[in-house]
């Protein structure tokens, strides 16, 4: 990131409207993910519930609340959304503690306590943990970039301290894999932000005998690198799921089966609604369908990234490239796993997975990016109550350097 340039040098005092190409293609990605729970689910569904729209459903009522927290990241003036940002996160971690307490909590899968009792689904307070990680990463990085000159380096300590809290607490709700994705959201913040990595060294030195030790105490989770590891040996056991998800997608060749009673490979597959959705979409759409999956997402990721760079403000700049890059590799994770080219996680597909955590705080995401979209220099002052002149003005002299490598006027 040390060419890119997150303070733009012309000016932004124009109003600017929202990223109509990015707000498309959230709506196409959201669309073929319904499109896809739809297709794959509904045969599961109509199995375990007596009814085949059963997931479909359930994901889109959740979608009705993720878009709800979409317009409200959208509209919502950046600077009274900083405002919220203590509240907010105290809020998350509040909801992570009570995975904890029992008759709230839900457990399933090995004893993991990921969960909170919802009335219509459970809800899964990590998921929200990685849009706020970013939200105060962000924040924080805003203001260790506002240094005078000549002073001493700001500690990074504040933010260390958080990051470590965030995985640390996934790690006892027994979500390994989300726990360690939270830390490399943590470190992209931390270099998108050029701060001294140094302070996450001893940090970092001190995580890899523990992500060892957390592997091999999880009986689980071992079997998940032996099974990767030695894929013929656990084909019936632990490499099932990927198993099919492979004939699945090997199934749908160039132009694939179709939707219907074609999809032959996918049925066989526990859970499909979950994250291993995308091997139905491989299958009923075939290598022609994954490409266009993966030039939307790529487009996608083209557009966020392209706003964070355009955007005036550092701290909408910083969680925009956070929230985009969430989405983004979350994504080429979840492909992996189902490919078999990664081991077995618990990380879905975003706008695909059901799952109502993911899919609101995706579109949670999806709409705090569409607010940076539309962030101008007015924007940055507006708790000033100064004029437009006094605040690009003020603007111009800010210490860009940490950016560009040139000093403000």
């Known amino acids: 990131m040390a060419d890119y340039n997150f303070v733009p040098e012309r000016s932004s005092v124009i109003y600017r409207k929202s990223d109509t190409s990015f707000i498309i293609s959230v ?9 896809t729970l739809l297709v794959c689910s509904s045969n599961y569904g109509k199995a375990t519930h007596d009814n085949a729209f059963y997931f479909f459903n359930r994901q889109l009522i959740a979608s009705g609340v993720g878009f ?4 409200f990241f959208a509209i919502c003036p950046l600077n009274k959304l900083r405002k919220m940002l203590p509240v907010m996160c105290l ?16 457990e399933r899968n090995d004893g993991a306590h990921r969960w909170i009792k919802m009335p219509v689904f459970t809800f899964q307070p990590s998921e929200v943990l990685k849009l ?34 965030s995985v640390s607490i996934v790690i006892f709700q027994k979500d390994f894999s989300t726990s360690i994705f939270i830390l490399c959201l943590g470190l992209i913040m931390f270099y998108i932000a050029k701060a001294k990595m140094m302070w996450l060294l001893p940090f970092c030195v001190l995580a890899i005998p523990a992500i060892i030790l957390a592997v091999l105490t999880e009986q689980y989770r071992v079997n998940r690198i032996a099974a990767y590891i030695n894929p013929n ?46 091997a139905g979409w491989a299958e009923a759409m075939g290598l022609i369908g994954v490409i266009a999956y993966l030039v939307l997402l790529i487009m996608f990721t083209y557009k966020a990234v392209r706003i964070a760079l355009k955007c ?21 994770i979840n492909i992996g796993v189902v490919s078999g080219i990664l081991p077995s996680t618990g990380i879905p597909l975003p706008f695909f997975s059901c799952g109502g955590s993911s899919i609101i705080v995706t579109l949670c995401m999806c709409g705090f990016i569409i607010n940076a979209s539309k962030c101008d220099s007015d924007t940055l002052y507006s708790e000033k109550s100064a004029s ?3 605040s690009l003005k003020d603007y111009e002299n800010l210490d860009v350097s940490f950016f560009t490598g040139r000093k403000g006027k």
């Open 388 to 390: 437009q002149d006094s």
């Open 132 to 165: 706020m990680i970013i939200l105060f990463l962000a924040n924080f990085f805003d203001k260790y970039c506002r240094k005078e000159d000549g002073a001493e380096d700001k500690t990074v300590s504040p933010a260390v301290v958080a990051l470590v809290l």
């Open 312 to 332: 005036p403000d550092r701290f909408a700049a910083f969680a925009t490239f956070g929230c985009a890059a969430a989405i983004f590799v979350q994504s080429m």
């Open 68 to 71: 709800v927290g979409l317009l």
């Open 27 to 35: 709506i196409l990605m959201w669309g073929i993910g319904m499109f």
């Open 233 to 278: 040996e656990f084909s019936q056991t632990f490499n099932f799921q990927v198993n099919w998800s492979k004939r699945a997608i090997t199934a749908g060749g160039f132009w694939g089966q179709g939707i219907g009673d074609g999809l032959k490979k996918l049925n066989n597959i526990p859970e499909i609604q979950s994250d291993y959705i995308f």
């Open 91 to 106: 809020m998350t971690i509040v909801l992570c503690l009570m995975v904890f307490v029992p008759g709230i909590r839900y």
